[in-house]
């Protein structure tokens, strides 16, 4: 057995999830904590003194009472695929698809576009102290292989699928009910649990499948449970409008999804702004999980989520920029964008509360919980170190807070990837900024 890496400097810890226990008594701050890793694991986590204690032949790597040691961020809802297209301007969803979405993941027919594609959007996030993502990639099977690939080249904990349209996308963009059903079963066969890989059966939204596609990947999904389901939800009202179009006998968006097979407690919806009262209940009954991608509704104008609501209704939340309709590809900036949505509808939400729903909280929704998105023993070793102090501005006000959660919602607010001075993957350190 190695020594280990101890990690010594503030440390954040959850004992509960914020959003159904008052904050203060779920998430903590141990100001002189550590953390012993071991063969890619947390193996101990505890106070400094005790740790060096019982740990004296351990590396240490000591970090000042001007960071936080935190899990590495967990974005639940992405496609690398757009990673070139990022910010472009003016569009609402469908249109967006159409002009900037649709051309680019074409270009990933070509498999070496689509490895560099991954490699670069891997890395771009990693420098963001992200250190898992659940991704949407194209229709082509390769962009799928070539994003495990480059994940697992880093040591990366990944979700990922191919996307499945049948309909309403362009010529080249386009699967059938059978290929998409026999393509993601082959993926699933080489990827799903090898290494850190979580396969994702992924229809991208009713409007760009068929019945009979649905169909074929509710079937895929009860052949292969332990998959996760991945798909968007409402996210726009005339997106709702189309669906209701397309899928007449549909009580609604939701219904959609659940009248072939594609609802369950392993299912998780992107945005899902606009729901009808029976589609939150349904939710809420079956555990499915919701993810809140904020810059995105705010960059293609979709909505306003309703995250104290749907906590209150016991539904699983995750956080995500939703790369590249997101605009941005920090999970900070990810946070400082729900601070907003929260407050424009009158719920702000604490730093604890953020922080939490991009770490734990992203990881639950994933069914990741236990193994990463919390600094305990027997967790994956991913984290990120936060520097309280990142830029001159940041500096300032930290100089000023008067605890820990004043400092570290000032970095949420206004830090980027300088704020991120460290990341483990695995125990391996990736990235130190001096
Ligand atoms: N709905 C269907 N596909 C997409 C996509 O790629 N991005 C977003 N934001 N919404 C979608
Ligand atoms: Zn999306």
Redesign the pocket.
Known sequence: MTAGILLIGPLLRYAADPFATPWSDAVRIDTEGAVLLRDGRIAQVGQAPALIAANPQARQVRYSADHLICPGFVDAHV?YP?TAIIASWGKR?IDW?NSY?FPEEMRLADPDYAGEIAARYLDLVLAEGTTTVAS?CTIHPHSVDAFFEAAAARGMAVVAGKTCMDRNAPEGLRDTPQSAYDDSNALIGRWHGRGRATYAITP??SPTSTPEQLAALGALWQAHPGCLMQT?LS?QTDEIAWVRGLYPQARDYLDTYEAHGLLGDRAVYG?AIHLEPREIDRLSETGAALVHCPT?NTF?GSGLFDLAGLSARGVPLGLAT?TG?GSSFSMLRTMAAAYEIGQLRGTPLHAAQLVWLATAGSARSLHLQGRIGSIESGHDADLAVLNLASSPAIAQRHARAADMWESLFATIMMGDDRAIADVWVSGRQVRARP
């Open positions: 496609h757009q969803l698809l979405t949407y991208r939204f968007h996210e945005h995105s293609i939703d309709g």
